[in-house]
């Protein structure tokens, strides 16, 4: 069985830091992009970082210079260091992957099932 499980949000003080991870456990052969989307209650889903296999990254622009997205390959595992956080950024996060398994010969995406951030006072 697939799975992608996320971890490390909960409640934050305005301006300060929480580090996602995004772990993808299975028969997995391959994984390329990997992504963070989040949605805010009354809004849509949106894209918020991106990782290529090779490391190349993309940021929604509300998000450049705060957050940082990384990946360790070996442990299959996504990151998203999150600081300077605003209220506005509080949403459940979700991870998104797209995985090959193993006797697969094309990618299918994944989802995580969200973890709550919550910035407030």
């Known amino acids: 069985q697939v799975q992608l499980v996320e971890s490390g949000g909960g409640l934050v003080q305005p301006g300060g830091s929480l580090r996602l991870s995004c772990a993808a456990s299975?028969?997995?052969?391959?994984?390329?992009?990997m992504r963070w989307y989040r949605q805010a209650p009354g809004k849509q889903r949106e894209l918020v970082a991106a990782?290529?296999?090779?490391?190349?990254?993309n940021y929604v622009d509300s998000v450049k210079g705060r957050f940082t997205i990384s990946r360790d390959n070996a442990k299959n595992t996504m990151y998203l260091q999150m600081n300077s956080l605003k209220p506005e950024d509080t949403a459940v996060y979700y991870c998104?992957?797209?995985?090959?398994?193993?006797?697969?010969?094309?990618?299918?995406?994944?989802w995580g099932q969200g973890t709550q951030v919550t910035v407030s006072s």
């Open positions: 998104n992957a797209d995985l090959m398994l193993h006797g697969n010969s094309h990618y299918i995406g994944y």
């Open positions: 990782i290529t296999s090779d490391g190349s990254t």
């Open positions: 299975g028969s997995i052969f391959s994984i390329n992009f």
